[in-house]
């Protein structure tokens, strides 16, 4: 089993950064992807940015790209996502997921069996 603790959601003004963590504990292979999701009201799941446990790969929505950082901290089995210069359409519910599936999409929500509870980001413009 593996359980993962978002962290770091809150209130920010249009232009601000916010700095999301996802502690993960249990048992966690090199191979498994651990990426972030975001859900806003009346709208899909959807990928934002992820990384291979091992930390070889990374990935990032075209939504994101160059804005966003998604790194991992070995020490202490935690991923972070770094957003930066947010917009009023990054407001959502952000959602930390694992998976250990091979040769799957990893932007697909269904490919992942390990969710956290996820963290409020609200951006004002």
């Known amino acids: 089993q593996v359980q993962l603790v978002e962290s770091g959601g809150g209130l920010v003004q249009a232009g601000g950064s916010l700095r999301l963590s996802c502690a993960a504990s249990?048992?966690?292979?090199?191979?498994?992807?651990i990426s972030w999701f975001r859900q806003a009201p009346g709208k899909e799941r959807e990928f934002v940015a992820g990384?291979?446990?091992?930390?070889?790969?990374?990935s990032y929505a075209d939504s994101v790209k160059g804005r966003h950082t998604i790194s991992r901290d070995n020490a202490k089995d935690t991923v972070y996502l770094q957003m930066n210069s947010l917009k009023p359409d990054d407001t959502a519910v952000y959602l930390c997921?694992?998976?250990?599936?091979?040769?799957?999409?990893?932007?697909?929500?269904?490919?992942?069996?390990?969710w956290g509870q996820g963290t409020q980001v609200t951006v004002s413009s």
């Open positions: 990384i291979k446990w091992s930390g070889s790969s990374t």
């Open positions: 997921a694992a998976s250990s599936l091979w040769s799957v999409s990893i932007l697909n929500p269904s490919n992942y069996n390990y």
């Open positions: 249990g048992r966690i292979f090199s191979y498994y992807f």
